[in-house]
C-alpha cells in the first residue's frame, strides 16, 4: 500500500487511492494513509457474530468508496466467495512466489524446500480460490546459495513492490479483459485503487 500510495504522488502514474480499509486497527498502513489524507476504514472482525456478516460489512465497505479497482495489499484474510464475487475480475492481489508453483501462506518456505533456482511474484486477480485466479504480471528473483526464507523473501519484496506499481498503473491506464485464464490489456481512461 505504502509503494502505491507512494506513485500516486506523482500526476503521471494516473490512480490514486480512494480509501485503505483494514481489519486491524493497529495495521502500520492506516497510519500511512492517514497522513497522506487518504481516508480510512477499519472493520475488526470481531466486531461481528459472523464471518459472513463480517464479509458483507467489508463487500460494503469497498462499495461505498466505488473504486475501479481493489488491491489486497497485505490484506492476509481468504474472503468468503461471495464478497469475491461482487468485484469479479476487479480484486487483485499478490503473491511471493511465481502462481501457480507454491500457493498459500508458505510460498517462500516451499520454494527453498523444493530447491528452486528461480522464484518471484505474481499479481493475480482474486478468485473463490487461494492464490488460484488469472494471472496478471509476474517478476523473477533468483535465489541464492546461501538464502533464508527471510533474505529471499525481503528480495521479493522489493521487486512486488515495483511490480504491484507498475501493474495497478497499467490496468488502471490500459483497463483490461480477461478470457478464462488468460488477462489481456485493452484501452481504458484513468481510474482509482
Keep these: 500500500m505504502a509503494a502505491i500510495l507512494k506513485a500516486t504522488a506523482d500526476p503521471e502514474y ?6 485503505v480499509i483494514s481489519d486491524k486497527e493497529d495495521a502500520p498502513a492506516l497510519d ?14 470481531e466486531g461481528f457474530s459472523s464471518r459472513g456478516e463480517w464479509d458483507r460489512a467489508l463487500g460494503d465497505a469497498i462499495e461505498h468508496h466505488a473504486p475501479d479497482l481493489v488491491v489486497l495489499a497485505g490484506f492476509m484474510k481468504i474472503l468468503a466467495p461471495e464478497t469475491v ?6 480484486m487483485i492481489n499478490t503473491h511471493p512466489a511465481l502462481l501457480p508453483a507454491f500457493t498459500g501462506a508458505h510460498a517462500v518456505r516451499d ?19 487461494v492464490d488460484t485466479g488469472p ?11 546461501g538464502d533464508t526464507e527471510q533474505s529471499l523473501h525481503e528480495r521479493i519484496k522489493v521487486v512486488e ?3 504491484v506499481v507498475d501493474t495497478v498503473r497499467r490496468l488502471l491506464e490500459d483497463g483490461w ?5 488468460r488477462v489481456r490489456w485493452g484501452s481504458s481512461e484513468g481510474k482509482e485503487a
Excluded: M, W, Y
Design 177 to 181: 479483459t480477461v478470457e478464462g485464464r
Design 161 to 163: 513492490r515495483g511490480l
Design 135 to 145: 494471472i496478471v504480471a509476474q517478476a523473477t528473483v533468483e535465489v541464492e546459495d
Design 14 to 19: 494516473g490512480a490514486r487511492i480512494s480509501a
Design 32 to 45: 500511512i494513509a492517514r497522513a497522506a489524507g487518504v481516508p480510512v476504514e477499519i472493520i475488526p472482525l
Design 111 to 129: 520454494a527453498l524446500a523444493h530447491g528452486v533456482k528461480v522464484t518471484g511474484c505474481t499479481v493475480h486477480f482474486v478468485d473463490a480460490g
Design 85 to 90: 464475487e461482487r468485484f469479479p475480475e476487479f
